[in-house]
């Protein structure tokens, strides 16, 4: 593996945002992904995301898995907290770092090997359980850093580089999603950066579990004819149900759509999504209706992309446990023990 230091070098004419950070302070290392990867374009649109947020980086948790979409950490936020975890255990560490200290944003990276085989318990048990996080899958329906094995969620009847066929039904991730209550559920197109970005910038304010699928060409081992991941079939099958703005508190709106085709979602936090209605009959807040939608169109071999759900009030794991706001690292033994009487108080209350 080659590793190449990128220049400290800043052009002084370089956009900078709210925080006075350019691009440059948002990226990692220079990717080792084969050129051309779909996974490389999502990585640019986290840097995207989080420099037009203007988010301080070392306000933000990266963990990941192991497989090629579980390298991109390191190409992306490099002065963020990271953590490259085991095959398919992202989910479970991401939701002890979660419960320790929720001042953090949290970001998952994962595969679709990694989240749909080894991790699907995993993947199921974070996203039930309401954890904060952004959850992404760079999903390409192969294990691209194996050589191309067909993964979870290869379509029943596509085929691998070598022509053999999946005989197996695939898992659909989005509709595990929102069958397990993600309160935030999107699939999206690495192709598609218009649409990726402020769907990343959406779910990083949404106060609950988000997951975004994103269809990730796999160019080395999955986008051949016969492919269901592949550029040109996705392109071909990509139905994309609404596009969307993000729009921060307190920013006025201001969208280029047509009239009366634009519907604003409201966030908890006062962020706001502004979007077009592309098909006039989707309701982005009916997670039953969603479903249905998702299931119908998928038969019809169409690849539905877009917000697809979100719940306006959001609840996630720190609320059902009532845990305490503070970091951890920061409660003092006084906070820890508070000392018998107190436990004297605690137990009559069992009495
Ligand atoms: C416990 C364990 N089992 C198996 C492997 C071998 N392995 C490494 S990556 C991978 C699959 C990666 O596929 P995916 O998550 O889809 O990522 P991609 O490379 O396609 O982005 C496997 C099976 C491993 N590293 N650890
Ligand atoms: S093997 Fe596939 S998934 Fe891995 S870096 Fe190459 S193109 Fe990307
Ligand atoms: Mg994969």
Redesign the pocket.
Known sequence: MTYLAKPKFHHPALPKNALGYTHRDYEGAISTLCAGCG?DSISSAIIEACFELAIAPHRVAKLS??????KTPTYFLGQSHGFNS???RMPSVLTGANLANRELIYLGV??????A??GFGQFAHAIRRGVRMVYIV???G?????KG?F?ATADRGSKSKRGSVNRDAPIDLVAIALQLGATFVARSFSGDKEQLVPLIKAAIEHEGAAFIDVV?P?IAFNNHAGSTKSFDHVRAHNEAVNRLDFVSPRAPIAVQYAPGTVEIVEQHDGSRIALEKLAADYDVTDRLAAMNYLQTHSALGHIVTGLLYVDREPEDLHRHLDTVEAPLNTLSERDLCPGSEALDVINDGLR
């Open positions: 996974h898995g192991i497989g090629c979409s579980s085991v095959h398919g994962s595969g679709d090997g990694d989240s085989s080894i760079e999903n390409n192969v294990y691209g850093l194996t094995q993964s990730s796999c």
